[in-house]
């Protein structure tokens, strides 16, 4: 029921703020107040996989660093790409060049821990996008 609650308000904020739907899964987190979005743009992964938890803190060098856990839903192995992107305070992304999706092999019904790590103190929201490995 949460997950559902989640993303009804997840859903309503894309409508809001004109956001197209992609091919994936889309979590955005602001550091700020600790807020996260969750979008879901495949049926197939909606179905596959959950973002079960997201938190984040600050690595010694006060940059801020977000972990994201992925948990399987079905029995078989999931062959999935994710990309960590940071945003500055005007919503604008930092380094957009250096980011590229990474493999992520998810075992049936195991859970998964993804972290990363701004690249720039300016970095203030954080956003994974998961798809389907090709």
Known sequence: MKHLSLLAAASALALAA???ST???SVVLNHDTG???LYEGSTSLHNSMAVTAVTYDKVPAGLNRANFQLTSLVQRQLNLQYRISW??????E??????TYRP????GMDSVTVTGVANSPAA??????IRAAK
């Open 18 to 20: 004109g956001c197209a």
């Open 23 to 25: 091919a994936g899964t």
């Open 35 to 37: 807020a996260s979005a």
């Open 87 to 92: 945003y500055n305070s005007e919503g604008m």
């Open 94 to 99: 930092i380094d957009a060049e250096s980011r």
């Open 104 to 107: 992520l092999v998810l075992q």
């Open 124 to 129: 203030v929201t954080s956003r994974i996008r």
